[in-house]
């Protein structure tokens, strides 16, 4: 087969919405575009484990701490879910954690945001699981087959993630006015970092229309970010909070929200590593990294050791 | 950097074509496979991959990692590069004569309407 034929080959399935899996020719720029896709998505889930794992210790009952623990290590199961789809692309675990270190490659800015109080728990949970979730529901029928399965295993399991929270906010809600405001007050932070987490408005996102020509994309930024303020704005209005933006309001026309001008100059500058933490996270990422090396390097010395002695019984046991 | 024939959810490493030693892999775990029964009486599924140190750590892995809600009874895992598999490249010649072959299916067979158990 030629090239063409193979990119032929290629296209026809993406057109039949035929997966495509690891050992099929693609073209370089899909495999590309992938990798870096689904690495930040993998370093967004063990990043994201950080800003939770600050309340662990502090959660106000034992319910709530083992629902935050089943919930910081499910982070930490899709983390492994997706660095194993990216290494069917052929980039290694470590060359990952390599790029995520170096900050090469990104992860999602939310969690550049600190967590000030238990309310945050309750305001990730309800709008950042939230709108990790829109996102991903579609992603469960992207193209590559390795990716598409890790997603669905992934919603499956998160949409208690976004209950919890919602659960933690409408308590707060329902308390006493001190415990009101400060669900008010976590809304209030969390609301404009989480609209933006769709990432930069349709004009200026430049991977856009290819990922969707590939069907690794199958919305836009912008249609995502409206179906989840759409949908968040009623449940805000459930629990008596209110969203913080003024220009919110109910378009009849469109059937959809109008809402008010997003930060872009914000959201450029966390991502270029100005957040509020993004230094932190990255600190703790790499300490947990260079300070657990000799965990790594015990744990394969410890296995030779235990085959090379179960060969040596076996061989004492035949003489 | 990219590299084209590469391990994963497959792991034929022969068919690596040797590129296997430009990678820097040397401190990382090797990567299993993992097969998941979800109930008895039915079979070992792929689940996906892991690294673990040797076969009782993956095993040990699979279960934090492909177990958390109760999705399993039993786990296999073998190490990725013990798994060969069939290449894309011949599914046409493997896979399509079936095609033409549909009078094993018992939907082929003309029989009468009357005829009630078969």
Known sequence: MTVQSFQQHFDQKIEHEISIEPRDWMPDEYRKTLIRQISQHAHSEIVGMLPEGNWITRAPSLRRKAVLLAKVQDEGGHGLYLYSAAETLGITRDEMIEQLHSGKAKYSSIFNYPTLTWADMGAIGWLVDGAAIMNQVPLCRTSYGPYARAMVRICKEESFHQRQGYEIMMTLAQGTEVQKKMAQDALNRWWWPSIMMFGPSDADSPHTAQSMKWRIKRFTNDELRQKFIDVTVEQARLIGLTVPDPDLKWNEETGHYDYGKINWDEFWNVVKGNGPCNKQRLDTRRKAWEEGAWVREAALVHSQKRAARKAATKESIAA | ?118
């Not at chain 2, 299993?32 to 009486?41: D, P």
């Not at chain 2, 798994?83 to 896979?95: G, V």
């Open chain 2, 1 to 118: 950097m990219i590299r084209k024939h590469l391990y994963g959810d497959y792991g034929d490493r022969e068919a690596a074509g040797g590129q296997e030693t430009n990678r820097n892999t040397a401190s990382e775990w090797p990567l299993w496979e993992v097969f998941i029964r979800s109930k008895a009486g039915l079979d070992h599924k792929h689940a996906g991959s892991l690294h673990a140190a040797d076969a009782q750590m993956a095993i040990e892995n699979a279960r934090d990692v492909y177990t958390r809600r109760m999705e399993g009874v039993s786990i296999w895992v073998v190490e990725s590069k013990y798994i060969h598999a069939s290449d894309p490249a011949d599914a046409e010649m493997l896979y399509e004569p079936a095609n033409d072959k549909i009078y094993r299916h018992p939907t082929f067979y003309n029989l009468p309407e009357e005829l009630k158990h078969m």
